[in-house]
């Protein structure tokens, strides 16, 4: 059963750009979460999709975005690129509902220069 | 607001030692307290986890203590060893709260030899 798939594992972009990562979770998981992992932060929850509907959604700015397909795929965007933002995004999938069973892939390392 | 605290920032155990990981949380409608095992270059892996409804589990070396009253929660690691060695965060969800969880700001493991 093949895991949690984020593309692409490395990016490096410009301040001011935008950019888009992807995820494909496990076959037959409907919910899609969103995480950012600073050393200073830990795991920051940026939002949850659950059957292409956005569920739940962290505290962060509106330049964040998400959003999720029938087949479940998601994607999250940034746009106006800071500095700040260079992070591991991290995406997870669940077949349930209320955060049991996550699974978590490998992650997408966006640097910011 | 940190809703979940996390200690030690890092720790040094010899092989074949307890390692030992403390969680206070905050909000009393958490009830779901996972621990995850992060390797460098991979996404967090679920260990372990307990419901508020028991004070223990224990699923090999790996043992979660839980004190309701105190808000805490603990990991053990028995006869630690080299390959223990990671980066490991508490979380908390709820109920109803859909796919999200807050995490610890992690604890770096280090089991030498």
Redesign the interface.
Same mark, same amino acid.
């Given at each position: 059963k093949a895991g949690?798939t984020q593309t692409p594992r490395y990016l490096i972009k410009t301040r001011g750009q935008q950019v888009t990562l992807s995820c494909s979770p496990i076959s037959g998981h409907r919910?899609v979460?969103w995480?950012q992992q600073t050393p200073g932060?830990?795991?920051? $929850?940026l939002f949850?999709y659950?059957s292409e509907t956005q569920?739940?959604k962290?505290n962060f700015p509106g330049r964040f975005s998400g959003r999720q397909f029938s087949n479940s795929r998601s994607e999250m965007n940034v746009s106006t690129l800071e500095l700040g933002d260079s992070a591991l995004y991290?995406c997870?999938s669940?077949s349930?509902?209320?955060?049991?069973?996550?699974? $978590?892939?490998?992650?997408t390392r966006l640097t910011v220069v | 607001q940190q809703q979940v605290k996390q200690s030690p920032q890092s720790l040094i155990v010899q092989k074949g030692g307890i390692s030992i990981i403390n969680c206070a949380y905050e909000n009393t409608a958490f009830d779901y307290f996972p621990w995850y095992q992060q390797f460098p270059g991979k996404g967090p892996a679920l260990l372990i986890a307990i419901r508020p409804d028991v004070s223990e589990k224990k699923e090999g070396r790996f043992t979660i203590s839980f004190n309701k009253s105190a808000k805490q929660f603990s990991l053990h690691i028995m006869d630690s060893q080299p390959g223990d060695s990671a980066t490991y965060f508490c979380a908390a969800g709820k109920t109803g709260g859909g796919n999200k969880l807050t995490f610890g700001t992690g604890t770096q493991l280090k089991v030498e030899l």
């Open positions: 949690v919910s979460s995480y932060q830990g795991l920051q $929850f949850e659950f569920r739940n962290g991290l997870a669940s349930e509902q209320g955060a049991r069973g996550y699974t $978590f892939g490998s992650g | -």
